[in-house]
């Protein structure tokens, strides 16, 4: 069975649509989510800052003492995070994709999430063991709120 010319190009066209239409909706949404004016601060995870606001200048500077403590200990973390990204951008970029490489290097990088993502809880939890109760419900609520969403259409009061 042989396809005509006009099938082949009719299907060659439905393809390409639908690859546009992907990488266009792709495109739209990376904008959308980061565009200008939008500050990312991390989407889902602890909001530090806005969690410091809740606090008074003298229990702010306790908390920092602590975080200051800790932040050395990330360090490694967040440049081997970043090495592990760069790598991953040029395997990617490679003419060549070598798939287990690129394995590795994406499975390293989680490993050192996971790894922020443990001191990050352990800074948490000695935090929260300096605060009394309702500073600790003020301070962790307000940091663990979800980011704020651009106002939409206004709906009808009715």
Known sequence: ???????????????????????????????????????????????????????????QAELKKLWKARRDA???????????REALSELFSADKLDLAKIDKTYSDMIDTQMQIEKLFQASLL??????????????FKEGFRPPRKFPGPEKDAK
């Not at 000695?126 to 301070?139: C, G, I, S, V, Y």
């Open 1 to 59: 069975m042989t396809l005509s010319k006009s099938r082949i190009l009719s299907i060659a066209l439905a393809i390409s649509v639908a690859v546009n239409l992907i990488v266009g909706g792709f495109i739209a949404a990376q904008w959308i989510d980061y565009g200008m004016g939008k500050k990312r601060h991390g989407g889902y995870h602890f909001d530090r800052h806005a969690a410091f606001r809740t606090l008074s200048s003298q229990e």
């Open 74 to 84: 990330l360090r490694p973390y967040f440049r081997q995070y970043g090495k592990d």
């Open 126 to 139: 000695e935090m929260a063991k300096t605060l009394k109760p309702d500073q600790r419900q003020r301070f």
